[in-house]
Every structure is written in C-alpha cells, then in structure tokens.
C-alpha cells in the first residue's frame, strides 16, 4: 500500500487529493485499487489540517487495517499534512505523542544538543530540535544510532526501541540518552529502565503533548543513560523526584 497526491486547480485555491492505493496480482494480471481519503488545499490553515485529518480517520477507519499499516500510512500523510489538534493522540494507548517543548528544552539543557531523534514525527517540520531524525518510514531499528539521543518512542514498541537503545549505548555509538515514556511501573520495561538507567524523573502533574487541547491521561517517566546523571537531576527536578545513580 502507498500514498498518492494529485493537484486540483480551484476557482479559489488550488487542492491536494488524497489516495490509499494497493497493488495486488490477481489471475497473473496486476491490479491496484484506489480509496480517496481526503481533500485539503495547498496551504491549509490549523482549521482546514484538522477538517483533512478527521476525513482521513474516517477513511482508514473502514479499512482493515493492522496497528502496524495504519500507523504507517498516518505517517507518511502527515510528512505532506501536519496533524490538526484534534489528531494529536493523548490516551496512553495511542502511539503518537508531541514531547512538550519544555521537555526538550530541558532535554537540551542536560545534554547540551541532541544528535539524533529515532523516533520523529517528521524529517520535514520535526517537534524535536535534532541534527538528525528518523521517522516511522526509515525503520530506525535497522539503522545504526550516534550520539546523543532523545527517545520518545511509540507506545505499542517501547521494548523494541529500549533494546535497540541499549544495543546502541554497549557499542559505544550513543554517548548519551534520554527516554521519555508514560510512568507505568507494571510493564517489563519499566524494569530495563530501572536496571539500565543512570537516573529517572517521575514528571509531577498534567502534561499536554503537541497542540492537544486535553492534558494526557497518563505519567510521564523520563530516564537518563550516560555519564553526567547528576546534571540530569539538576535540571530535571524542577519536574518531579529524581532517582539517584
């Protein structure tokens, strides 16, 4: 499956046409099917981006899509068209969540840059101010990670993203990290987490991720790998209790 864009001329604005296409064999002869999932113009406001993405979601929504494909496909929409609020996950389910801007200034403040984000929104209109960025297209489990690195990763894949993280660290290609995830102490990695990390924050209060309009339902857990987790505490406390090394 994969995504197409045709170019509509308006009387008043020019528009982009959105389509899920599939290519299959069927009787030794290709064919391909077409599903329109939305109309947005070229320049859309916040308003219009949020009209496009609820016509997405009810497109995909009669598909019979897995996790996997629809994430994918979301992905891949929002490099052209940058979700609306309205689209911007915050249930601990969801696997889409905008680090808040003062967690990355903070993130920043520790390490003093970042290197690489593994997990990004985007390569084009990036939430997290790294040098270098992988997105959900460029399977960043397959490639070799350097640096210093801020991991937000999807919910439904935090154990694959720690394992590769740790992987990472032991090779010495990641100099340094931090990982934000929800604050669930029940999950196995949690306990790598713990085991692993130099320090953690348990992040107080409501946070709210991107442009949603609603805090998240969920903690927020934020762990340091590398060799200054004193800095970490330093500039992590003003969020929540810090754990020691």
């Not at 040098?131 to 919910?155: C, I, M, Q, Y």
């Not at 290609?173 to 130099?198: G, M, P």
Request: proline content about 4%; hydrophobic content about 35%.
């Amino acid at each position: 499956m994969f995504i197409t864009w045709r170019e509509y001329k308006g009387k008043r604005a020019n528009s982009l046409r959105c389509h899920l296409r599939h290519s299959y064999l069927e009787g030794g002869l290709k064919k391909e099917t077409a599903k329109y999932l939305g109309c947005v113009v070229l320049k859309p406001s916040k308003p219009e981006r949020e009209v496009f993405w609820m016509q997405v979601k009810s497109g995909l929504d009669k598909l019979s899509l897995t996790s996997e494909q629809r994430l994918k496909i979301e992905s891949v929409i929002a490099q052209k068209v940058p979700r609306g609020k309205h689209e911007k996950f915050i249930t601990a389910k969801s696997d889409e969540h905008y680090t808040p801007k003062y967690f990355l200034k903070a993130v920043v403040d520790c390490m003093g840059g970042i290197d690489l984000d593994p997990a990004s929104n985007s390569r084009d209109n990036p939430n997290v101010p790294a040098s270098h960025h992988l997105t959900l297209e460029d399977d960043a489990l397959k490639h070799e990670w350097a640096g210093r690195v801020f991991l937000n990763p999807p919910f439904s894949e935090v154990s694959k993203f720690l394992k590769k993280l740790m992987t990472e660290i032991d090779s010495g290609r990641v100099t340094e990290a931090i990982v934000l995830t929800k604050s669930d102490t029940r999950t196995n990695w949690y306990k790598q987490l713990r085991q692993n990390a130099q320090s953690l924050c348990f992040a107080e209060g409501y946070h709210r991720f991107g442009d949603a309009d609603k805090s998240a339902t969920f903690g927020v857990l934020l762990s340091y790998f590398g060799k200054n987790p004193a800095r970490f505490r330093e500039v992590f406390k003003q969020f929540g209790v810090c754990s020691g090394d």
